[in-house]
């Protein structure tokens, strides 16, 4: 008989997790206003918010806070992770900072300016946030058969070549940089293949440009790299990670994601320059260079923290459960966005609740359902998260209506994974008696999806 795959970890220390009923969560959810932000991390089950520093550390992990050194200059643990990031990336120049957000907060108040284009494959929330923060452009060349759900592409993630060559020439010097995001968080966790790496290096050395990886996935994208990509089966993720990264000047990182720690983040990069114009932001907004937001024990963790995620072993256990929740949806008919990513999956609501107008939010009007059920928190990115057209005010109903279910690295196992299939099996089964969605009751102007407050909308 054929050995069936199971974790490569074993568990040394559990924290409990808390069951209720559905009539507290139909009290609970109603209390917050049908927002699952809202609500206790004890009145969920399941928590699948998010999987930015929701992970668990390993007992070397946790042995390493203890090695952390404290000193404000030249902290040991500091080098400990500029070796680290050297080893895996080949960049020299390594500035930490307390989150990824953070991280461009430096790096682009030194290279942006007004009225500045930069191109890339989809760019994440804050990443935008901070281009047009500075009146500048985030222009998106991801290519377009990223939004048909349910099309299979092995590198759904990766950018068109002939729009971000035309971004280039129609703009020239007014385009400081390309960011590629690796693995595509915003198209669902979709990968970047190297080839599409290869040629976004080529059309930047053909303009003189340079480019910056967004890698808060990269190890994942790596991954996918190693199984999908012709050539690469043999290679370690190490190796592909140098490969990669052998195609970037330099790279802003959330390591609340594959640097597997719950707070923290860097830059690194391989140009003098670059590291010169950063440095005069992280002081005044992060804090010394050899510790830019983090507490010694924090860089020592996330220095293991790199080199464990780059492990194989490590990497396919999480995939795996990846995989597992999508082949239980086939199983059971529940659309998502195809083939499933590497730290989530996206459900299609409006194939799940045509019935539903898109004036009343299917994304989360599932969302609810999913809370009800069984108590697992997803979260809406879609319609309510598009937030309104900053001039007509309008809702902006012409993207996707996901329910991103997103997986916590080392946290649970797949029965809690084959939890999360039955309860959406259960929604799916009765999808045709939800007839109606939500309403808004009241909502921030921007980001609202954080506080917004709904009602069930009136029969
Ligand atoms: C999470 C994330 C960021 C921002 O990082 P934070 O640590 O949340 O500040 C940037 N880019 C991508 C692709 C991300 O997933």
Not at 244 to 263: E, I, Q, R
Request: net charge negative; glycine share 8%; with cysteine.
């Amino acid at each position: 008989m054929e050995i069936p795959f199971a974790e490569s970890w074993k568990i040394k220390m559990v924290e409990p997790i808390t069951k209720s009923t559905r009539e507290q969560r139909e009290e609970w959810i109603k209390e917050v206003g049908y927002n699952v932000f809202g609500l206790r991390s004890d009145q969920v089950y399941i928590d699948c918010l998010t999987d930015s520093g929701t992970g668990a550390m390993s007992d070397r992990q946790w042995a390493a806070m203890m090695t952390g050194d404290e000193s404000y200059a030249g902290a040991r643990s500091f080098f400990e992770l500029k070796d680290a990031i050297e080893k895996i990336t080949g960049f020299k120049y390594v500035i930490p900072t307390h989150q990824g957000r953070a991280a461009e907060n430096v790096l682009f108040s030194a290279l942006v300016k007004e009225g500045d284009y930069v191109p890339g494959n989809s760019h994440f929330d804050t990443t935008k946030g901070h281009i047009e923060f500075r009146k500048a452009h985030a222009v998106d060349c991801t290519i377009d058969d990223a939004k048909d759900t349910q099309k299979e592409l092995p590198f759904k993630g990766n950018v068109d070549p002939k729009k971000l060559e035309k971004v280039i020439q129609e703009h020239g010097d007014k385009v400081p940089f390309v960011i590629m995001t690796i693995t595509n968080n915003t198209a669902g966790g979709e990968p970047v293949s190297m080839a599409n790496l290869r040629e976004v290096r080529r059309i930047c050395d053909k303009y003189g440009k340079r480019v910056i990886f967004d890698s808060a996935r990269f190890a994942e994208n790596a991954y996918f790299i190693k199984t999908r990509e012709d050539g690469y089966a043999d290679k370690t993720i190490k190796e592909i990670c140098r490969e990669m990264f052998a195609l970037a000047d330099g790279m802003t990182m959330s390591a609340k994601k594959d640097g597997l720690v719950n707070m923290g983040g860097f830059i690194a990069t391989r140009w003098e320059d670059w590291y010169e114009a950063a440095k005069a932001f992280v002081i005044p907004f992060e804090g010394y260079l050899t510790y830019g937001g983090m507490n010694g024990r924090d860089m020592a963790a996330l220095a293991v923290g790199l080199i464990e995620n780059t492990e194989f072993d490590n990497l396919h256990t999480r995939i795996h459960q990846l995989t597992l929740l999508a082949s239980l949806l086939d199983e059971y008919g529940v659309p998502y966005q195809r083939p499933v990513g590497g730290h989530a999956i996206f459900i299609d609501a409006l194939k799940v609740l045509p019935q539903i107008p898109k004036e009343e939010f299917p994304a989360q009007t599932l969302t609810i359902e999913l809370y009800k059920e069984a108590g697992i928190r997803g979260c809406e990115i879609g319609f309510l998260l598009a937030d309104r057209d900053p001039e007509t005010r309008q809702n902006r109903f012409d993207g996707n209506d996901f329910v991103r279910l997103c997986i916590p690295r080392r946290v649970y196992t797949d029965n809690h994974i084959r939890v999360i299939a039955a309860a959406l099996k259960n929604v799916y089964d009765r999808r045709d008696e939800i007839k109606r969605g939500m309403e808004i009751v009241w909502e921030a102007e921007l980001m609202r999806h954080f506080t917004v407050r709904l009602k069930p909308a009136a029969e």
